[in-house]
């Protein structure tokens, strides 16, 4: 009778989470979240009877939505629920633990798998029935689809104030303070941040180059604008690069105009920036590009566009063009060299035609020589030895997770007890199965696909056998196009004046079948 009696007193550990999702009137000396604790404190006073208590810890959120869970006191509850901390959470509202349907389930999954119950203060819930289930899912629901209501408000909100001209928030740029003591927000001229965009839109059209610009900034050491959020954390201050002063010289902020999407419209804020300097700095850029793609590789013969890296940066290298009078001269050079400046990347710009060249020489001599073809074996079964061994394994793991799965699913079956928890149990268990499957199917396909993809050395052969004869008569589309269809990688090494190429084992085997047309080559 004793043991009994203390069944029936057993001691509930409860956890109260609040959560509000502004920082609005949080510095208050009784705010939103002290107002949702007291009445958890004061609900479970009245289950006191029942052997309920309030655990001391604190799970406050403030400043959080709840469209999503990545909050650190919900880290923290979920946490303590999985080390058997608490036996039951408290909230005000069941929008206050999330408002999102699917983080709710797995929220509620967490809470399940613990036997820990969950109460809503103003919407009393029996969480181990089904109809107790039913109702919060629709509250639940009702919840997502005001938190989507409120985000199409306020989208629509800050496209009307666009257009009235209103800066409507986001990260401050150089040249601008954000004034936040009016009803709205508005932009104020920095005066000295000012003189420096000035300048800057001045020197590109002295220097008609946007790599020069950059390094004279960095010389000077002016940066993009930094700022602090309402919290005081600094923010912001990067050094230029080619991107971000490309961002500021088409940013029509400058001129006075508020852009939203592709539109713009007058400004309240005073513009720092001549208009006729604007359009000189803009005509200019559009002169300067060259466009992109297949016009380049036709008219410039850029052939091992896309395929040649720099080894100290690992970026790719790019093809561009200087001109020296009628003169043109081609280069490749790494991506963080064109964006930073030359002092940021070791690798020099290499001679585009002088790479070329001795990129295909390479080739012609592994078409020539049978230890160099013999080497190309080598390295492709490799690689493809290393890729089929993790394959494998990712297969084997994945059927020993199935095996788990479809035993789970058995014992549940053979229980008597058709509880709302073993429903849910099952359904999470084939919906686990539907994905594993997926994956299984995934990886056989890769495994058979790269099977087929293994060369021998009769494909190694065939595909070189002829190559000078052939490439003799491609034009420059094609050859660019049979040198991705062989080579997976390329790099130079500066120090030693030596080439670097990965042969790709698909490329090879198609080359090697005497089929592929050039039309059939990727473009």
């Known amino acids: 009778m004793n043991s009994q009696i203390k069944d029936e007193k057993r001691v509930v550990r409860c956890a109260i989470y609040t959560r509000k999702s502004t920082e609005e009137g949080l510095d208050q000396e009784f705010n939103s979240l002290d107002a949702q604790r007291e009445a958890g404190e004061n609900f479970i006073a009245s289950q006191s009877q029942e052997g309920w208590t309030i655990i001391q810890t604190r799970y406050d959120d403030g400043g959080y939505s709840g469209g999503n869970v990545d ?23 069941v929008d206050r633990l999330s408002r999102s349907l699917l983080d709710f389930a797995k929220i509620m999954e967490s809470f399940d798998e613990k036997g820990v119950s969950f109460v809503s203060v103003t919407q009393q819930f029996n969480t181990t029935h089904s109809m107790g289930r039913l109702t919060l899912n629709i509250l639940l629901s009702f919840a997502q689809f005001e938190r989507e209501i409120i985000g199409e408000r306020i989208r629509d909100k800050i496209a009307a104030q666009r257009r009235r001209g209103k800066w409507a928030g986001g990260t401050p740029v150089l040249g601008y303070d954000v004034d936040r003591t009016g009803p709205s927000p508005r932009l104020v001229v920095n005066v000295e941040e000012a003189a420096k965009v000035r300048r800057i839109f001045g020197m590109y059209l002295e220097m008609q180059s946007m790599t020069p610009v950059v390094e004279e900034l960095d010389k000077r050491g002016w940066c993009l604008k930094h700022w602090r959020t309402k919290n005081g954390k600094p923010k912001g201050g990067k050094p230029f690069d080619k991107s971000s002063l490309h961002k500021l010289l088409t940013n029509p902020i400058y001129v006075g105009r508020i852009k939203h999407k592709t539109l713009s419209f007058v400004g309240e804020h005073t513009p720092i920036v001549d208009q006729k300097l604007f359009d000189d700095v803009g005509a200019m850029l559009r002169s300067h590009a060259r466009g992109g793609g297949n016009h380049l590789v036709n008219r410039y013969e850029a052939t091992l566009r896309g395929l040649i890296y720099c080894p100290a940066c690992n970026y790719s290298m790019v093809h561009n063009v200087a001109r020296r009078g009628a003169k043109v001269y081609r280069y490749y050079t790494c991506v963080t060299a064109i964006k930073r400046g030359r002092k940021y990347c070791p690798s020099p710009s290499l001679p585009a035609a002088e790479i070329e060249a001795a990129v295909v020489d390479q080739i012609r001599c592994i078409a020539e020589d049978a230890g160099l073809r013999r080497d190309v074996l080598i390295q492709s079964s490799r690689s493809c030895s290393a890729e089929l061994s993790e394959l494998r394994a990712q297969r084997e793991s994945i059927v020993t997770q199935i095996a788990k799965c479809h035993e789970q699913a058995q014992n549940l079956s053979r229980s008597h007890d058709a509880r709302c928890a073993d429903i849910d149990a099952m359904a999470s268990i084939q919906e686990r199965l539907h994905g594993l499957e997926i994956s299984l199917q995934n990886v056989t396909s890769g495994l058979e696909q790269l099977e087929r993809e293994q060369i021998t050395e009769a494909d190694v052969n065939a595909a070189f056998s002829d190559f000078s004869n052939v490439w003799n008569e491609l034009n420059v589309r094609e050859k660019s196009a049979v040198l991705r269809l062989l080579i997976h990688r390329i790099e130079f090494d500066a120090d030693e004046s030596s080439l670097s190429i990965s042969m790709h084992p698909a ?3 198609a080359f090697s079948s005497q089929e592929p047309r050039i039309e059939e080559l990727p473009a």
């Open 71 to 93: 909050r650190p006191a919900m880290k923290r509850l979920l946490d303590d629920i999985a080390t058997d901390k608490i036996d039951c959470v408290v909230v005000y509202k």
């Open 507 to 509: 490329g090879i085997k």
